[in-house]
C-alpha cells in the first residue's frame, strides 16, 4: 500500500504491522495493509486490481475519468469517507513506526466504512484499504 498525503510518502507492502509499545509486549492490534490510496489537490485517489478511483470532498466518485452516477445516499457515503480520511491519512503515517490503541480504533473505523461502501456501491465492491486480523 502506499500512502501519499501532501507529498510525504509511506509505502507499506501489503505486510501485516504488529508493533506494540515495547519490544515484550504483546501487538495492540494487527493490521494488513491493502491497495494504494493517496490524497491530491483534495481528491481521494484509490487504487486496486488495475483500476483507479477518485473521490472529490463532495462524494462524487470517478472511474479514471468518467463520472460515476450515484444517488445521494451513496455520495453522502463517499463524502463521510473522504472527511474520514483526510483526518485518518496524516495521523496514520505520524504513527506508522508506533501502533496504539488510537491507531487501532481508527483502522476499526476505517474498516466499518469501507465495509459500508462496499454493500453500497458497486464499484468498489472490493475496495479496502486496511483489515484488522
Given at each position: 500500500?502506499?500512502?501519499?498525503?501532501?507529498?510525504?510518502?509511506?509505502?507499506?507492502?501489503?505486510?501485516?504491522?504488529?508493533?506494540?509499545?515495547?519490544?515484550?509486549?504483546?501487538?495492540?492490534?494487527?493490521?494488513?495493509?491493502?491497495?494504494?490510496?493517496?490524497?491530491?489537490?483534495?481528491?481521494?485517489?484509490?487504487?486496486?486490481?488495475?483500476?483507479?478511483?477518485?473521490?472529490?470532498?463532495?462524494?462524487?466518485?470517478?472511474?479514471?475519468?468518467?463520472?460515476?452516477?450515484?444517488?445521494?445516499?451513496?455520495?453522502?457515503?463517499?463524502?463521510?469517507?473522504?472527511?474520514?480520511?483526510?483526518?485518518?491519512?496524516?495521523?496514520?503515517?505520524s504513527h506508522s513506526q508506533l501502533i496504539d490503541q488510537e491507531l487501532c480504533d481508527r483502522v476499526a473505523m476505517r474498516q466499518a466504512k469501507e465495509s459500508?461502501?462496499?454493500?453500497?456501491?458497486?464499484?468498489?465492491?472490493?475496495?479496502?484499504?486496511?483489515?484488522?486480523?
Amino acid at each position: 500500500m502506499l500512502l501519499r498525503v501532501c507529498g510525504v510518502k509511506l509505502a507499506v507492502a501489503g505486510f501485516a504491522l504488529s508493533l506494540g509499545v515495547q519490544a515484550n509486549e504483546a501487538p495492540v492490534c494487527q493490521m494488513e495493509w491493502h491497495n494504494s490510496l493517496s490524497m491530491q489537490d483534495g481528491a481521494l485517489n484509490l487504487e486496486f486490481g488495475g483500476e483507479s478511483f477518485m473521490i472529490k470532498p463532495s462524494g462524487q466518485l470517478y472511474f479514471g475519468i468518467h463520472k460515476v452516477k450515484l444517488s445521494d445516499d451513496q455520495s453522502a457515503l463517499l463524502a463521510d469517507y473522504h472527511r474520514l480520511m483526510l483526518d485518518d491519512l496524516p495521523y496514520t503515517l505520524s504513527h506508522s513506526q508506533l501502533i496504539d490503541q488510537e491507531l487501532c480504533d481508527r483502522v476499526a473505523m476505517r474498516q466499518a466504512k469501507e465495509s459500508e461502501i462496499q454493500s453500497q456501491i458497486p464499484a468498489l465492491k472490493r475496495w479496502q484499504s486496511v483489515t484488522l486480523d
